[in-house]
């Protein structure tokens, strides 16, 4: 069953960017990422997923339901994780909880303290009391406390330290694994590569990528490091050089016989030539972007 799907779904600002043509589809029971920088529009998808902002024309349905018509069945099934934590400052933390729930006309007393001990959250602070990161732990409990059948979370790890970070996937997991549809929106490449089945690229409000992580991770790039030198030859067309005193990395994509023979000429002592992970991966298709510009 498809959770989400989007035809041509667009939101403009006048001269401002936002998202243009977003074809999107998410399958029941995915766990799903979206990637990119800061501003390239994933939050504007989000918003205007979950209905907070009109779309200027284009299509979506979560559920199966149009996401203007159905807002109100829509958002009942959804755990939503803006990602600026935002409450009432006076509030103790127990009473933002309960008042989530009872917004959503939910019984979720069991399920709240279930995370507050696992996110070791003090309920009895009050909002302005809290750093970044237990404000997202504020976050994460409204999000997930009524169960819901979908989870869409944007941005949702900055603040958190390593440890906590580790909990809150570990609580996903657990959620996916029980059957919930997971959609993720991050900057951090490794929080995809590293949970998500799929995912999606987005570059300036478009989608420039669309497969499972896998697959997005199979490109034609090498991580090259020649050791021995400090530059690589103009020709080779090496993208993202980093020089270092043991050598010079690089990524390159073009023909290896033709790398072979470059580095024949040169001084090295050795070479290593590997796969890129997912970061630079995300960085290749970028630059390809913009070179079909």
């Known amino acids: 069953m498809v959770l989400i ?74 755990g939503y994780m803006p990602s600026e934590a935002i409450f009432y400052n006076s509030m103790k933390v127990r009473d933002v909880i309960s008042f989530s729930a009872k917004m959503r006309n ?36 409204c999000a997930l406390q009524h169960m819901p059948m979908l989870c869409i979370l944007d941005e949702p790890t900055s603040g958190l330290d390593p440890l906590m970070q580790k909990e809150f996937f570990d609580i996903l997991k657990e959620r996916h694994s029980a059957g ?7 900057h951090v490449l490794s929080e995809i590569q590293k949970n998500c089945s799929r995912a999606g690229i987005i570059k300036e409000g478009e989608l420039i990528a669309l497969d499972r992580v896998e697959n997005l991770s199979k490109t034609s790039a090498r991580r090259v490091v020649l050791h021995g030198v400090t530059s690589v030859p103009e020709y080779l067309q090496a993208k993202s050089a980093e020089v270092s005193e043991d050598g ?46």
């Open 5 to 78: 799907e989007t035809q041509d779904l667009t939101k403009s600002y006048g001269k401002s960017r936002g998202i243009r043509n977003l074809n999107l589809r998410v399958n029941e029971g995915e766990f799903f990422g979206f990637i990119g920088p800061n501003g390239a529009g994933k939050s504007t998808t989000i918003r205007t997923l979950l209905g907070l902002i009109l779309p200027t024309s284009g299509q979506a349905r979560i559920f199966g339901e149009d996401i203007v018509r159905g807002k109100k069945e829509i958002l009942s099934n959804v």
């Open 106 to 141: 939910a019984a979720c007393a069991t399920e709240a303290k279930r995370l507050c001990e696992r996110l070791q959250l003090d309920v009895e602070k009050r909002i302005e009391e809290l750093s970044l990161g237990n404000r997202k732990k504020v976050a994460i409990v």
């Open 180 to 186: 919930a549809t997971i959609f993720l929106s991050s």
């Open 248 to 293: 010079v990395s690089f990524l390159y994509s073009g023909d290896i016989r033709e790398l072979l023979r470059a580095t024949a000429q040169l001084p090295i002592y050795d070479i290593s030539i590997t796969e890129p992970d997912l970061d630079e991966v995300f960085m290749h298709y970028y630059e390809k972007e913009e070179e079909n510009v």
